[in-house]
Each structure stands twice: as structure tokens, then as C-alpha cells.
């Protein structure tokens, strides 16, 4: 069942990519969406299994990988509690995003392709999640980085597409170069990449007798707890480049340009929750780190609460929605930072179906107005599109944690378990986390009313063809709505409460000094409740703004003009990264270009000693005229010059 999990999407993917074009669109997208809908349900079969179960983990072996040396690795699928909650975000909102992308893809005539990019990415992502070992994780991991360069630069005849993808390949790769130094140091320090391995070494390692240098990392000699921060801060590094953290973020609301059932898919509920993944797989890592945790911690906080500021203003309605996603993985980092690692993974399984929910309702909008994007040219929806007005509403109530709804269960479980943490940085995460929930509600609820309520303000042609989607695309919102309502309050209790123990077995490791899961149930009742204060203060103020005075947020920009400007242009970091990395990186490349290649090498090359002997060679196949008296000419001056040489040069030889 789980090779069959897995390598269904593959199987799907080559049959679109190799006979799209003989098949046909339909037949493409038929047999890769009811692939992955039969991949989701033995999905789901396999998380009931497993977690409710007291089914021990499972190691099944493909085959044998990789044997050099002492490096032997075999491809083997991981089973346990935390593969199998993956297994289901991914599969389920995979085959919904298909069978979603038959309504929303149906003009465009490559269809086949775009069906074999989406079930590529899928195979990628579950390669990772099921990895065993360190170098089937990072097989995984780039494997999704290549189906989102080529999903987000789908529509490669836009500019604006191709730069949008090169851009997140590049920037990931910052991320990337990181997780790599990472597992290279795992394999110094303990001769091996597989997980159990490691993860059985790892405690003895640190707590060992090793006071002398175990590693040389940037010239500093490291003992076994700075060998373990390092290898933790370098693995981190991975995710913060995927999961688009603090300082690694640019590259995801450019992302936006790709279809939006690829924001759906790649940036809502998958892919970017990678960085998440992996942080929780690796905890029995990173709970040897404190420092690495902290920094965790930090960065988890600072991106929820900027990635927030900027949604606020944002007019691009799927850029304000990729922002959200931002700052709502900030959120689950924040989690792995104080070790509540279960609450983190929560976060990410609710965060799953009210994000997608988000995104495809976008994606319904978009179709409605005629590919339309731009809130301010949207208004008064509603009537016409009740359906995915509801479905909205619902992803909107549960992203703002909106007492019942899955939302307000993981999310408000973060905000308390940042306040019992107890690294350095946790009251922060706490501070900072709490503000973001209020901007979180007052940006969700700014897209609602910008786009269903009030005037319309789209053309009339326009508004005479707004029309509700298909049901191949609705269907999809009302199965995501039903998990963004009722996901939390099914599984609070086998994900974060009293059947943890039960539930996660080994699957996530926490010390006998992580105390967070307990602690965090005893929080004060002011900590409780602050989540929903500043809900509903998001929310009014979001109504008095976009209902009762509309013409108050226009005034506000212009009193304050810079900071209005400096959240529009997302505190300038692309102008920064620009000017620090681009255009230094652009010069060096024209200097290399045109000094290098053009004057040094083409100089002295093909334009220098090649052309100068090119015009000898020319001027001595003048001589060859074909007649004899030439010849005995060039004989009788060779002779000449030969009898000179000895009279004068060759004379002093006795």
C-alpha cells in the first residue's frame, strides 16, 4: 500500500508527460487526477492504521541505493505517525487541486504538461516525507524545488513567469546549499545518514566525554554541543529557504505568478511546509541544541509577525493570501522552537485545508472576473458568487482562529505554548505572535470585504460575465471548507492533547526537560483569551474601515505616506537583496563578459594571435602562383639568406 501511496503519482506523471499529446488533455487529466484521488485514500486508510493504532513503525524497502565506502544507503519508505499525517495533507489536497485544475485549466492548451508538473511535484514531495535517510530526504527536497520552478514558470511566454521561478530556484538554493553542509556534517560526526542511526548516536554523542575539538566548521574548533548547533543551525537553514522564513522569504509572493492551483498546491499546503517537516523529523537533532532552538524560535516570530505588516496592504488578492501563508509558517516555527513539535505539526495539518481553501476560492474568484487580481477592482461579488463567497468566509473564520474552527484550535495552542516556552526568545515569539493574530484578522477580512461587499467596482463588460465556477471546482472548496471547520475539533485531542502518548508514539521526541505540552494547559486565562481579543479587533477595525468609512484607509496612507509605502514595497527587502547581491553579481558578470571573455580571451584569441597568424597565412598563399620562375626566385633569395647567415653568423665555428 505504501509503494503504492508513493509511486502512483510517478506513474501518473510519466503517462501525461510522455503521452499527453497522443492521449489527449482529457485522458491526461482523468488519469492523473483519479491516480491521486486513489493515492488519498489509501492515504487516509494509512493514517488511521498507523496513528490509532498500535502499529509499530514500518521500514519498506524499495531498493538498494547508493553503496561507497562506508555510505550505504538503501531507498526505503518510513512509516510511522508523522509520514503518514504528511501523507494525508499532501495526497488530499493534491487530488483536490487536480481535480480542481480540470475546471480552472480548461482553456489552456497544455493541459497535459501542466497535469504531469502537478503529479511530478506530488512524487517529489512524498519521496520526502517518507525518506529514511538524509539523502532520500534531500532527493525529495530538490525534487520539489525543480516541479516548482517549472509549475511557477508554467506560462513561460510571461516575463514576469520566468523571472518569478528563476528567482525561487535561486533563492532556494541559498537555503539548500545550507541543508547540504548540514547532512555532510551528520555524516562526519556519526559515519552515517540513516535517521535511527543517527537519531541513536545523537544523545550519547553530546552528552559524551568529548570536551576536545570534534569538528572545524569556518576556522572556529567545535566540541560535540557546537558541533550539534552548527549542524541544527545548517539544516535550519534548508528550511528556512524552503518554508520562505525571515530573510529567505522573497521569493515566495513572486511564486504568485504561477496558476493558482499552484499556489494551492506548492505554496499553501505543501511544499513550503517541507521546512516544517523536517525541522519535527529532526527533533531528537535539534532538542540537543538549545541555541538552535532559540534561533528557530526568533526567526519563526520575526517572519509571522512581517510577513503580517506587509499583508496588510497588499492589493494583489493571491499575494495578500501568500503572505498569509508567510507569516503562518512563522507561526509553526515558532512551535518547533520551543519544542512543542506536535502543536507545531497541528498548525500544519490544519493550516492545510483552510490555506488551499483560500487559494482555489482566490482561484474562483480570478475566473469569475475574467482574470482579474486586483482588489480594488472587485467589490460587491457576493451575489454573484454565493458559493464561493461561503467558502471564503469559512477559510477566512479559521485562518483568523475563530472559536471551533481548526484555526482556532492549532493556532491558539502556538500562542500558548510560546508563553510557557522557555528558551530566551519564547516571549518573544509570544509578543510578537499575539500581534500577528490581530493583523492576520484585519487582512483577511480586508480581502473579504474589498472583494464580495460594497460597490462593484469592476467594468461593466465585466461585471455582466461574473459568473459562479463549475462544480469540478467547487466541490474541492467544500470538502477543504469541512476540514477548515472541523479538522481541529476532531483531532485537538490525538495531535496535542491527552492522546498525544498514543497517537505520535516515537514519531516526535521530546526531552525529560520539555515540559511545554503539559505547561501550556495551565497558561493564564488572559493568555487564552488574548488570541480572540485580537480576532475581533482585527475584524472591527476591518469593518470600520471597508463597510462603515471606505474612505478612511485612503486618508490614512496619505497622513502617513513612508510607512505606508515601506510596508507596499515589503520594507524594500527586494531593493536591498538588489542592490547588495544582484547588481554587484550583474557587474562582476559584465566585467568577466566583456574584459574577461571579450578583451583578454577573444583579444588574444580569436581576434588576436589566431587573427594575425590567419593575415600571414593569407599574404604566404599569395606566393603559390603556380608559376616556376616564382619558385626558383624564392629559391634563389632562400639560397642567398643561407649563404649570408654562414658568411656572417656561422663563421666563428672552427
Given at each position: 500500500?505504501?509503494?503504492?501511496?508513493?509511486?502512483?503519482?510517478?506513474?501518473?506523471?510519466?503517462?501525461?508527460?510522455?503521452?499527453?499529446?497522443?492521449?489527449?488533455?482529457?485522458?491526461?487529466?482523468?488519469?492523473?487526477?483519479?491516480?491521486?484521488?486513489?493515492?488519498?485514500?489509501?492515504?487516509?486508510?494509512?493514517?488511521?492504521?498507523?496513528?490509532?493504532?498500535?502499529?509499530?513503525?514500518?521500514?519498506?524497502?524499495?531498493?538498494?541505493?547508493?553503496?561507497?565506502?562506508?555510505?550505504?544507503?538503501?531507498?526505503?519508505?518510513?512509516?510511522?505517525?508523522?509520514?503518514?499525517?504528511?501523507?494525508?495533507?499532501?495526497?488530499?489536497?493534491?487530488?483536490?487541486?487536480?481535480?480542481?485544475?480540470?475546471?480552472?485549466?480548461?482553456?489552456?492548451?497544455?493541459?497535459?504538461?501542466?497535469?504531469?508538473?502537478?503529479?511530478?511535484?506530488?512524487?517529489?514531495?512524498?519521496?520526502?516525507?517518507?525518506?529514511?535517510?538524509?539523502?532520500?530526504?534531500?532527493?525529495?527536497?530538490?525534487?520539489?524545488?525543480?516541479?516548482?520552478?517549472?509549475?511557477?514558470?508554467?506560462?513561460?511566454?510571461?516575463?514576469?513567469?520566468?523571472?518569478?521561478?528563476?528567482?525561487?530556484?535561486?533563492?532556494?538554493?541559498?537555503?539548500?546549499?545550507?541543508?547540504?553542509?548540514?547532512?555532510?556534517?551528520?555524516?562526519?560526526?556519526?559515519?552515517?545518514?540513516?535517521?535511527?542511526?543517527?537519531?541513536?548516536?545523537?544523545?550519547?554523542?553530546?552528552?559524551?566525554?568529548?570536551?576536545?575539538?570534534?569538528?572545524?566548521?569556518?576556522?572556529?574548533?567545535?566540541?560535540?554541543?557546537?558541533?550539534?548547533?552548527?549542524?541544527?543551525?545548517?539544516?535550519?537553514?534548508?528550511?528556512?529557504?524552503?518554508?520562505?522564513?525571515?530573510?529567505?522569504?522573497?521569493?515566495?509572493?513572486?511564486?504568485?505568478?504561477?496558476?493558482?492551483?499552484?499556489?494551492?498546491?506548492?505554496?499553501?499546503?505543501?511544499?513550503?511546509?517541507?521546512?516544517?517537516?523536517?525541522?519535527?523529523?529532526?527533533?531528537?537533532?535539534?532538542?540537543?541544541?538549545?541555541?538552535?532552538?532559540?534561533?528557530?524560535?526568533?526567526?519563526?516570530?520575526?517572519?509571522?509577525?512581517?510577513?503580517?505588516?506587509?499583508?496588510?496592504?497588499?492589493?494583489?488578492?493571491?499575494?495578500?493570501?501568500?503572505?498569509?501563508?508567510?507569516?503562518?509558517?512563522?507561526?509553526?516555527?515558532?512551535?518547533?522552537?520551543?519544542?512543542?513539535?506536535?502543536?507545531?505539526?497541528?498548525?500544519?495539518?490544519?493550516?492545510?485545508?483552510?490555506?488551499?481553501?483560500?487559494?482555489?476560492?482566490?482561484?474562483?474568484?480570478?475566473?469569475?472576473?475574467?482574470?482579474?487580481?486586483?482588489?480594488?477592482k472587485m467589490g460587491g461579488l457576493r451575489k454573484h458568487i454565493p458559493v464561493t463567497y461561503w467558502m471564503m468566509i469559512i477559510g477566512t473564520l479559521a485562518l483568523t482562529g475563530f472559536p471551533l474552527t481548526a484555526g482556532y484550535f492549532s493556532k491558539d495552542a502556538i500562542i500558548e505554548s510560546a508563553f510557557v516556552g522557555h528558551n530566551s526568545f519564547a516571549l518573544y515569539g509570544f509578543w510578537l505572535t499575539v500581534a500577528a493574530a490581530a493583523l492576520t484578522s484585519f487582512y483577511s477580512w480586508r480581502l473579504a470585504f474589498m472583494t464580495f461587499h460594497g460597490k462593484p467596482r469592476a467594468p461593466v463588460d465585466v461585471m455582466k460575465h461574473v459568473h459562479e465556477s463549475p462544480y469540478v471546482m467547487t466541490v474541492p472548496l467544500m470538502i477543504l471548507a469541512a476540514g477548515a471547520l472541523f479538522a481541529g475539533l476532531i483531532f485537538s485531542g490525538v495531535f496535542i492533547g491527552e492522546g498525544y502518548g498514543e497517537f505520535w508514539r516515537t514519531s516526535l521526541f521530546t526531552s525529560s526537560e520539555n515540559h511545554v505540552l503539559h505547561d501550556m494547559h495551565d497558561v493564564p486565562t488572559w493568555v487564552k483569551f488574548a488570541p480572540l481579543v485580537m480576532m475581533i479587533g482585527g475584524f472591527a477595525l476591518a469593518w470600520l474601515f471597508y463597510i462603515r468609512s471606505p474612505e478612511t484607509p485612503k486618508r490614512l496612507a496619505e497622513r502617513h505616506e513612508g510607512l505606508y509605502k515601506f510596508l507596499l514595497n515589503k520594507w524594500y527587502f527586494d531593493e536591498l537583496y538588489d542592490a547588495i547581491f544582484v547588481r554587484p553579481a550583474m557587474w562582476v558578470g559584465r566585467q568577466l563578459w566583456k574584459k574577461g571573455d571579450g578583451a583578454t580571451i577573444d583579444g588574444l584569441g580569436p581576434d588576436g594571435i589566431a587573427a594575425r597568424v590567419q593575415n600571414v597565412t593569407t599574404w604566404v598563399v599569395r606566393l603559390q602562383t603556380g608559376y616556376i620562375y616564382h619558385y626558383a626566385f624564392a629559391m634563389l633569395i632562400g639560397v642567398a639568406a643561407l649563404v649570408t647567415w654562414s658568411m656572417f653568423g656561422g663563421g666563428s665555428a672552427h
Open positions: 500500500m505504501y509503494s503504492a501511496i508513493v509511486f502512483l503519482p510517478l506513474i501518473g506523471f510519466l503517462i501525461a508527460g510522455l503521452f499527453g499529446r497522443m492521449i489527449g488533455s482529457k485522458a491526461s487529466e482523468y488519469i492523473t487526477s483519479g491516480l491521486l484521488i486513489v493515492a488519498a485514500i489509501l492515504s487516509w486508510i494509512a493514517f488511521f492504521s498507523v496513528g490509532f493504532t498500535d502499529a509499530p513503525p514500518q521500514h519498506v524497502t524499495i531498493l538498494r541505493w547508493i553503496n561507497s565506502g562506508t555510505l550505504d544507503v538503501n531507498w526505503m519508505i518510513r512509516v510511522d505517525t508523522l509520514t503518514v499525517v504528511m501523507l494525508v495533507v499532501v495526497n488530499t489536497v493534491s487530488s483536490l487541486v487536480h481535480v480542481y485544475s480540470i475546471g480552472y485549466m480548461h482553456h489552456d492548451p497544455h493541459r497535459p504538461r501542466f497535469f504531469a508538473y502537478l503529479s511530478l511535484f506530488t512524487f517529489a514531495m512524498l519521496t520526502l516525507v517518507t525518506a529514511d535517510n538524509l539523502l532520500q530526504m534531500f532527493f525529495g527536497w530538490e525534487g520539489v524545488g525543480l516541479a516548482s520552478y517549472l509549475l511557477i514558470g508554467f506560462w513561460y511566454q510571461k516575463p514576469s513567469a520566468n523571472a518569478a521561478a528563476i528567482k525561487a530556484f535561486v533563492v532556494n538554493r541559498v537555503g539548500d546549499f545550507g541543508f547540504a553542509l548540514g547532512i555532510f556534517g551528520v555524516f562526519y560526526l556519526f559515519n552515517s545518514i540513516d535517521l535511527d542511526t543517527v537519531f541513536a548516536n545523537a544523545h550519547a554523542f553530546v552528552e559524551g566525554e568529548h570536551s576536545e575539538p570534534v569538528l572545524d566548521f569556518l576556522g572556529y574548533q567545535l566540541d560535540a554541543h557546537g558541533a550539534m548547533t552548527a549542524l541544527c543551525l545548517l539544516l535550519f537553514m534548508g528550511a528556512m529557504g524552503k518554508s520562505a522564513q525571515f530573510l529567505l522569504h522573497t521569493w515566495l509572493p513572486d511564486a504568485m505568478e504561477g496558476p493558482t492551483p499552484v499556489s494551492a498546491l506548492i505554496h499553501a499546503a505543501t511544499m513550503v511546509t517541507a521546512g516544517v517537516f523536517m525541522v519535527a523529523r529532526l527533533s531528537p537533532l535539534f532538542e540537543l541544541s538549545h541555541t538552535a532552538l532559540t534561533f528557530v524560535t526568533f526567526i519563526g516570530a520575526t517572519t509571522a509577525f512581517f510577513a503580517a505588516t506587509v499583508g496588510l496592504v497588499q492589493n494583489d488578492i493571491k499575494r495578500v493570501i501568500a503572505y498569509s501563508t508567510c507569516s503562518q509558517l512563522g507561526y509553526m516555527f515558532v512551535a518547533l522552537g520551543v519544542g512543542a513539535y506536535s502543536v507545531g505539526i497541528f498548525h500544519l495539518f490544519t493550516h492545510a485545508f483552510f490555506k488551499a481553501l483560500l487559494f482555489l476560492g482566490a482561484g474562483s474568484v480570478i475566473h469569475a472576473v475574467s482574470d482579474e487580481q486586483d482588489m480594488r
